[in-house]
């Protein structure tokens, strides 16, 4: 029988057949796999949390409580962790017409209500008072930070009097690490302190300009976004209590929970992701297969990029890569096709430095890789729009290896990577320490 890939693609998959003898290397988590009890383990880390006491005796000391949870673009298992701590919190004697719910979705678009029942759960949607941060409306003034960022938050935070952070740990490709801090800073904050926070990507012109050294996935140290996330999230004068989650095989699974300390708890949360979802491989390869790993991580391609982060990582320079990524909701974000007219990567360098968008920055990360590698996307983008960014567009995946295959070397290594943001490929001499 012929031999075929399939990688996921929106709700289905992209599937092709391949010419005989072709060989692959599946890239995929060798980790601790799923908990076999998660509401438990999930218990077990609120009642003995890392910096702080128990969730049950600060919840219960409290008056109001606010989750705030990540958006409908975080495949982090909401939907089924947040029962399990509606359960707890009622077990303390906090009911829930105490506790409300926010989604921290920073610049993203808001959901629908279709969208808040499916990412959440129709009983937390029925059961609690749900709102969505709006990063132009209804913001206090905290000051600046040393790096020049003026720090505004949502303004409902202090009509609380413990605010509950729900997420999950994945890497990111520029702030180091999703989750933690990243869940105030930039998920419940103003658009100026999001765009001056993230312009931090790039290094000052003095220094040659260009990506600031430090900022990349898988780290905290160093990372100049990272530290002025943190920063700025410190100047929130609320109680916060962190539920950090790494996701298990898939959506609605758990390899691990960690809870307390904002800061303290997310560490050892990013500590424990990278022993285990850091890759490490022996050699790139000449042509990577990859993914987004599917709705919701594939409905833009602002969120799409961030698989082929992953796949970017394990692609020999000069390398192929077919990245498959629906895109059913376009681009992800208002006035990103201007950036689409830029014909260099200096010219978006000097248009973000002069009116940072957030999302510009984004684009500009793309024409970075496919300057770097032959990257043919499989996608439901217009053609003229992909080509822009300086890649190959494809309808289906059968195209793009048809296109591909003739001008590849003889007996060449292939990896498939059908989720490119679940793994930090590492190459093996080098380690990754966050």
Request: glycine share 12%.
């Amino acid at each position: 029988m012929r031999a075929s890939v399939s990688l996921p693609c929106g709700k289905g998959f992209e599937t092709a057949g391949l010419p005989d003898g072709w060989v692959m290397d599946l890239v995929e988590s060798s980790g601790p796999g799923d908990l076999p009890d998660p509401e438990t383990a999930l218990l077990d880390a609120l009642e003995r949390p890392i910096g702080c006491p128990p969730l049950s005796a600060r919840a219960a000391a409290a008056g109001r409580i606010l989750l705030v949870v990540s958006d409908i673009t975080r495949k982090d298992g909401k939907a089924e962790l947040l029962p399990w701590l509606q359960a707890y919190l009622s077990r303390a004697g906090v009911g829930p017409e105490r506790v409300d719910v926010m989604l921290a979705r920073g610049t993203h678009r808001a959901a629908s209500d279709a969208e808040l029942s499916e990412a959440l759960g129709a009983e937390t949607v029925r059961r609690h008072a749900v709102y969505q941060h709006d990063c132009d409306r209804d913001l206090r003034d905290l000051g600046v930070t040393s790096r020049g960022t003026p720090v505004l938050l949502n303004r409902r935070l202090w009509d609380y009097d413990l605010l509950v952070v729900v997420t999950g740990v994945v890497h990111h490709y520029f702030a180091g690490f999703g989750g933690g801090c990243k869940m105030i800073v930039p998920g419940v904050a103003g658009r100026s302190t999001i765009r001056r926070s993230h312009a931090l990507v790039f290094q000052d012109e003095s220094q040659g300009g260009g990506r600031r050294p430090g900022v990349e996935p898988g780290r905290l140290t160093g990372n100049a976004v990272h530290e002025d996330f943190a920063e700025a999230s410190r100047r929130l004068d609320r109680p916060v209590f962190l539920i950090d989650s790494v996701r298990g095989s898939r959506a609605g699974r758990f390899a691990g929970f960690w809870a307390g300390d904002l800061f303290k708890a997310h560490r050892l949360a990013c500590d424990a992701y990278l022993g285990w979802r850091a890759y490490p491989f022996l050699a790139p390869y000449p042509l990577v297969l990859s993914g987004s790993g599917g709705f919701p991580t594939d409905r833009n391609l602002v969120q799409a990029h961030k698989g082929l982060v992953g796949a970017v990582r394990l692609a020999a320079p000069g390398g192929v890569i077919v990245h498959c990524a629906e895109c059913s909701d376009g681009l992800g974000g208002d006035d990103l096709e201007r950036w689409l007219a830029m014909e260099t990567l200096s010219e978006m360098e000097r248009e973000l430095r002069r009116d940072y968008v957030i999302y510009g920055q984004t684009l500009y990360a793309l024409r970075e890789k496919a300057a770097a590698h032959r990257i043919h996307l499989v996608s439901r983008l217009p053609p003229e729009q992909v080509r822009a960014l300086g890649m190959h567009p494809a309808a289906s995946l059968e195209q793009a290896l048809s296109e591909v295959i003739p001008g590849l070397p003889p007996n060449h290594a292939t990896a498939v990577f059908p989720d490119g943001g679940s793994l930090l490929p590492v190459p093996a001499a080098r380690g990754c320490d966050a």
